[in-house]
């Protein structure tokens, strides 16, 4: 079975697959501090649950914190006894290159939704990942990343009006039903999730502009439910697409190893 490891600056995902056949997936505040062995005891009494401790025989990471790699390939070394495939790493084949400035390092988790979204739409894609940061990547018609956009991400916009504005509270995102706020928590839903629903419809249409041509979008990431409710933007929401590519990089990867 395969160990799938999607790292983001906030959250760190685990998915077990049997072939193309999810078993299951478990999430961990990415922590850098967080050694092999305490992975291991958390993830081994989840593995209980679906009986799968001593299935796993392959590993594939994605990380977008480069000081986590370390860990978790010692993590798959000392517990799954196999050496894991790291996205981005030059080992790790991708089924079209990106076509970006020389010397720019993509983010892995963007080259990996580029996979999942090219696979599942093919290509003239857009896909809005709502993490930390929110993302844009933009797929050719080969299924290229070709480049994107990079936003703050909504909790971190909510955070940064906590931190700068001692009279602002601390608070969850929601979608409020009116623009227009009656008090202070919901002023500053408000501003972030309308203003969130303009530069998302904003971005969308500037990337169009400039491609000239029809462009699917698709969103994922934990907050994408939440912003298809005020926009008509979305082809499809789809939160296992991060997963969903992961898994088809390390099945590409085999096959080249085997042809
Ligand atoms: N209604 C909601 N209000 C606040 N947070 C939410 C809501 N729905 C989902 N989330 C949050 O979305 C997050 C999951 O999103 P996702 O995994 O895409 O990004 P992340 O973990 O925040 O970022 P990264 O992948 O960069 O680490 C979780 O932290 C979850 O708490
Ligand atoms: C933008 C984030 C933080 C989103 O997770 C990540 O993809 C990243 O660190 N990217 C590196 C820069 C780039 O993608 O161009
Ligand atoms: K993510």
Not at 2 to 8: Q, R, T
């Amino acid at each position: 079975m395969l160990l799938a490891i999607d790292c983001g600056n906030t959250n760190t995902v685990f998915s077990i697959w049997d072939g193309a056949r999810f078993i299951a997936t478990w999430r961990i505040a990415t922590d850098h501090k967080r050694t092999a062995d305490e992975y291991f005891v958390w993830l081994s009494s989840l593995m209980m649950l679906t009986r799968t401790e001593a299935q796993v025989t392959e590993a594939i990471i994605s990380s977008t914190v480069p000081r986590v790699v370390f860990n978790l390939r010692v993590l798959c070394n000392r517990y799954f006894d196999c050496r894991p495939l790291v996205v981005g790493k030059p080992e790790c084949a991708l089924p079209v290159a990106p076509r970006v400035d020389q010397g720019t390092t993509v983010g892995p988790d963007r080259l990996v939704n580029t996979v999942g979204g090219f696979d599942r739409h093919g290509g003239n894609l857009i896909v809005v990942d709502f993490g930390t940061a929110t993302t844009f990547d933009v797929v050719d018609t080969d299924g290229a990343y070709i480049g994107g956009v990079i936003a703050p991400g909504v909790n971190l916009s909510l955070e940064a009006l906590h931190m700068a504005a001692a009279a602002l509270p601390h608070i969850d995102i929601a979608r409020p039903a009116l623009a227009i706020g009656t008090n202070t928590v919901a002023c500053m839903q408000s501003g972030v999730y309308w203003g969130y629903i303009g530069l998302v419809e904003g971005i969308v249409r500037q990337i169009r502009a400039e491609r000239d041509r029809p462009m699917k979008v698709i969103a994922t990431g934990g907050l994408a439910p939440l912003f298809q409710q005020g926009t008509e933007l979305f082809d499809s929401v789809e939160d296992d697409l991060t997963m969903h590519g992961l898994r088809l990089i390390h099945h590409y990867n085999k096959e080249l190893e085997t042809a």
